[in-house]
């Protein structure tokens, strides 16, 4: 199999994103990762491209998948004959948002602290 030309729009800190990278590092399939916050180029890029705003966005030879996670990302470069299947395990939850988009989180993202006690 050839290797694909992939560019992945994502954010830095996503727990989507976090599972799109996942996927292509269980594949050992390099990337051209287009950080959509910090880059508004590559934002405005993918709604050109794909007429929504929504992320991960995936472009895999010319084949634009939107709003995907690394779980749908997989399975397409499986049915597509991209990659073969594989036993390895990914890193983190191809699946999944970030913690503080989970139900039942809280509504900040930010976690509560107690303040610090020093011993002397």
Same mark, same amino acid.
């Given at each position: ?54 992320? =991960?966005?995936?472009? %895999? $030879? ?7 996670? #690394?779980?749908?990302?997989? &399975? ?13 395990? =990914?890193?983190?939850? %191809? $699946? ?7 139900? #039942?989180?809280?509504?900040? &993202? ?11």
């Amino acid at each position: 199999m050839s290797k694909p030309t992939i560019t992945a729009y994502l954010k830095p800190s996503c727990g989507w994103s976090a599972g799109v990278r996942a996927v292509f590092k269980k594949y050992d399939l390099a990337f051209e990762e287009r950080d959509i916050i910090n880059r508004s180029e590559f934002f405005e890029e993918m709604v050109q491209k794909t007429g929504q705003t929504k992320q =991960p966005t995936i472009e %895999i $030879n010319g084949q634009m998948l939107a709003d995907v996670s #690394g779980e749908e990302v997989e &399975a397409w470069l499986l049915q597509n004959g991209v990659v073969g299947a594989n036993s390895r395990i =990914p890193e983190v939850p %191809i $699946n999944q948002p970030c913690a503080h988009e989970m139900p #039942g989180a809280s509504g900040s &993202a930010a976690p509560q602290s107690s303040p610090l006690a020093f011993k002397r």
